[in-house]
């Protein structure tokens, strides 16, 4: 009698050893699914991260390459101008004189 009391009481601690187990092992799972999906919405945040990275580099890229296009066609613009007013001043002093000599031409005549 008392090795069969002594037989359900250790039946029942590993039944209840078992059952703790049992439920350990289910925290650990349930633990594990829970730090997996964590990474995974790391993981996504991650990328989503880069992509507006890679987003922001291309829009800043662009900017630059408008910038860039901007000073030159400025440039151009600027150079044309001074190449228009030089040859403006190039022309009053070629036709400058010449009228000049023809009012003189004239005053004598």
């Given at each position: 009698?008392?090795?069969?009391?002594?037989?359900?009481?250790?039946?029942?601690?590993a039944?209840?050893?078992?059952?703790?187990?049992?439920?350990?092992?289910?925290?650990?799972?349930?633990?594990?699914?829970?730090?997996?999906?964590a990474e995974?919405?790391?993981a996504?945040?991650?990328?989503?991260?880069?992509?507006?990275v890679?987003?922001?580099?291309?829009?800043?890229v662009s900017?630059?390459r408008r910038?860039?296009?901007?000073?030159?066609?400025r440039?151009r613009?600027?150079?044309e101008?001074?190449?228009a007013?030089?040859?403006?001043?190039e022309?009053?002093?070629?036709?400058?004189?010449?009228?000049?000599?023809?009012?003189?031409k004239?005053?004598?005549?």
């Open positions: 009698a008392e090795a069969e009391a002594r037989a359900s009481d250790l039946a029942k601690a039944a209840k050893a078992e059952e703790e187990a049992v439920e350990a092992f289910a925290k650990l799972v349930s633990e594990r699914r829970r730090a997996a999906d995974q919405a790391a996504a945040q991650l990328s989503h991260a880069l992509r507006r890679a987003h922001a580099e291309a829009a800043q900017l630059e910038l860039q296009e901007e000073g030159e066609a440039e613009v600027e150079l101008e001074r190449q007013r030089a040859r403006e001043a022309l009053r002093l070629q036709t400058g004189p010449a009228r000049s000599r023809v009012r003189s004239e005053k004598f005549e």
